[in-house]
């Protein structure tokens, strides 16, 4: 069974970094390619940051949102995948979802965590 | 960018009865159109991908049609269980981008 976990998440104020981490279970992790989500409270979903397998490169895209202030990385000897944060605003606050997506490159969200809150307040 | 439109925003329906939701995208994707089914306070879960193909251990009653900019996805015979917001998602290019959503009550 795939399993993401996702954990990081937490309370920070304006301005500083938070790095969120997805522990993947039941397949193997190097194999996909990985996302970040995000929901804003009562607000739908939002792409931010996908990379693809180290075939791939390891290659990432990133939305105009968070181009500059997220890094989405991934460990594939530890099977995580991580999202570092930094220069948050309020706007940032969301739960944020780890996205298992297809095989390389393929860009397909497939199996979803249960997600992580990120409160950006003063 | 590529802008997903859904519709309707909001629909209530009574058990039994068929409910059909449209997503219109910008430009044409293809097939790189799929369905994602959220309940209050979990996570998405993909229902249909490609526009057409049914995800592992969806009910047989969820079923997508389209392609190009059109697409609708239909719940035949509405259950309890299925009060939810539905997400249309395209793939073709980035950023990836999701429709509106649109929220399902049970009558």
């Known amino acids: 069974e795939v399993q993401l976990v996702e954990s990081g998440g937490g309370l920070v104020m304006p301005g500083r970094s938070l790095r969120l981490s997805c522990t993947g279970s039941?397949?193997?992790?190097?194999?996909?390619?990985m996302s970040w989500f995000r929901q804003a409270p009562g607000k739908g979903l939002e792409w931010v940051a996908f990379?693809?397998?180290?075939?791939?490169?390891?290659?990432?895209e990133y939305a105009a949102s968070v181009k500059g202030r997220f890094t989405i990385s991934r460990d594939d000897s530890k099977d995580v995948a991580y999202l570092q944060m930094n220069s948050l605003t309020t706007e940032d606050t969301a739960v944020f979802y780890c996205?298992?997506?297809?095989?390389?490159?393929?860009?397909?969200?497939?199996?979803w965590g249960h997600g992580t809150l990120v409160t950006v307040s003063s | 960018e590529i802008v997903l439109t859904q519709s309707p925003d909001f629909q209530s329906v009574t058990p039994k009865e068929r409910v059909t939701i449209t997503c219109r995208a910008s430009?044409?994707?293809?097939?790189?159109l799929h369905w994602y089914q959220q309940k209050p306070d979990q996570s998405p879960k993909l229902l249909i991908k490609?526009?057409?193909q049914s995800f592992s251990g969806v009910p047989s009653r969820f079923s997508g049609s389209g392609s190009g900019t059109d697409f609708t996805l239909t719940i035949n015979s509405l259950e309890v269980e299925d009060a939810a917001t539905y997400y249309c998602?395209?793939?073709?290019?980035?950023?990836?981008?999701f429709g509106g959503g649109t929220k399902v009550e049970i009558k």
């Open positions: 996205v298992r997506n297809g095989q390389g490159w393929q860009q397909l969200a497939s199996y």
């Open positions: 039941g397949f193997t992790f190097g194999d996909y390619a």
């Open positions: 990379i693809r397998s180290k075939v791939y490169d390891e290659t990432a």
């Open positions: 430009q044409s994707i293809g097939s790189s």
């Open positions: 490609f526009a057409s």
């Open positions: 998602h395209q793939t073709s290019s980035f950023p990836l981008t």
